[in-house]
């Protein structure tokens, strides 16, 4: 007796994978990067003896030069997320890839941590190079993040500054866009841009088990409104990376404190970017203007304004149509000559003429 599974011709199956990988990894590596991870990933899962997958194949099926594949397995292999384990084969190209589990990754990376600061004493903590800080520049979430950064304190930070960010980033296996976020915090919170204080908010939120926008924000609606709110709008307009403005926040403060909207009712104003292509907390501002002088203050009245306005188009549209169906000028009651001949006699009028 054996056992053995259906194979079908389509591939309907489907490929996991880690939200580490998602959340952690995918924003700093460049897009074609991620796609040779995800289909490279995707034959691993798939585990079948009798495909033949080179470096080659994966250029084919992307459409992309297989300079582009040997560079991303580069890439990613430095990150530690993959191994390279060379063949019996003269081509230096010709490897297995070996996808590393991320969770115990993960694991073993903060149990290194733990060890080398409470049990040995000794300190394993990554230190930044100047030919890492190299590297981090040429990738655009690191880029983003040191941009937004120098906004928020108001000066570029200095090289060995950013040397001690990226420390940040690997030591507490932070998101990038989770250090914009500490920076801001320090800045809206305390007024200060010293980085020993920023690195302090760091390690709470690392103590804290924070080290994603979906984590921060549960823990902010719970400990901190005011920065919660801003978080919120201003990922739901799209601004995820990007911090509120002074004139910003006060314009946001205004709905909150002046005109008692809840962040329901905000959010809700926030889903009409999708009528505009440049969205905006002035565009906002002026929908939110208009409920408060209306008196709509909850997600209830927002609809029913919305039902109404419908209906009212709806009925304005159906008066303009029915006004140009009845609409006449002196030449609908022009009676034209051939209308008192039937067709049968103008088609013998027209055969006469021609005969």
């Not at 709470?204 to 924000?217: P, R, V």
């Amino acid at each position: 007796m054996s056992f053995f599974v259906e194979t079908i011709d389509m591939d309907l199956g489907e490929t996991p994978i880690e939200n580490i990988f998602i959340n952690d990894f995918m924003p700093m590596a460049d897009g074609t990067y991620v796609k040779v991870y995800l289909l490279g990933f995707k034959y691993a899962k798939d585990n079948d003896t009798t495909l033949n997958i080179t470096n080659e194949v994966i250029a084919k099926h992307l459409n992309i030069p297989l300079s582009d594949v040997l560079r991303a397995w580069d890439f990613w292999e430095s990150k530690g997320v993959i191994n390279k384990h060379p063949k019996d084969s003269e081509d230096e190209y010709d490897y297995m890839i070996e996808f590393v589990n991320l969770r115990h990754l993960y694991i073993r990376n903060n149990y290194k941590h733990i060890i080398s600061n409470e049990e040995t004493g000794s300190s394993n903590l990554y230190t930044c190079s100047a030919e890492d800080l190299v590297e981090a520049n040429q990738i655009p979430g690191i880029n983003d993040m040191f941009n937004s950064i120098d906004y928020i304190i108001r000066r570029p930070l200095v090289p060995n500054e950013r040397k001690r960010v990226l420390e940040w980033i690997y030591n507490y296996n932070m998101n990038p866009d989770i250090i914009v976020k500490a920076f801001f915090h320090s800045m809206e919170k305390k007024g200060r841009r010293n980085l020993s204080y920023v690195e302090g908010i760091v390690r709470n939120w690392y103590d804290s088990g924070i080290t994603n926008l979906e984590a921060l924000q549960d823990y902010l609606k719970s400990k901190d409104e005011k920065f919660y709110r801003y978080e919120r709008i201003m990922k739901s307009l799209g601004f995820g990376f990007r911090q509120p403005s002074e004139s910003e926040m006060r314009v946001i403060d205004k709905w909150f404190d002046e005109w008692k909207f809840t962040i329901e009712v905000i959010l809700k104003a926030c889903e009409n970017t999708k009528k505009t292509s440049n969205p905006s907390v002035s565009y906002i501002d002026g929908i939110l203007s208009s409920w408060h002088k209306d008196g709509i203050k909850d997600v209830s009245a927002v609809k029913k304004d919305e039902e109404n306005r419908s209906a009212k188009k709806s009925i304005n549209s159906n008066v303009r149509q029915n006004q140009s169906q009845n609409f006449k000028t002196k030449f609908h009651n022009f009676e034209q000559r051939t209308s008192k001949y039937t067709a049968e006699e103008l088609e013998k009028m027209v055969l006469n003429k021609r005969g």
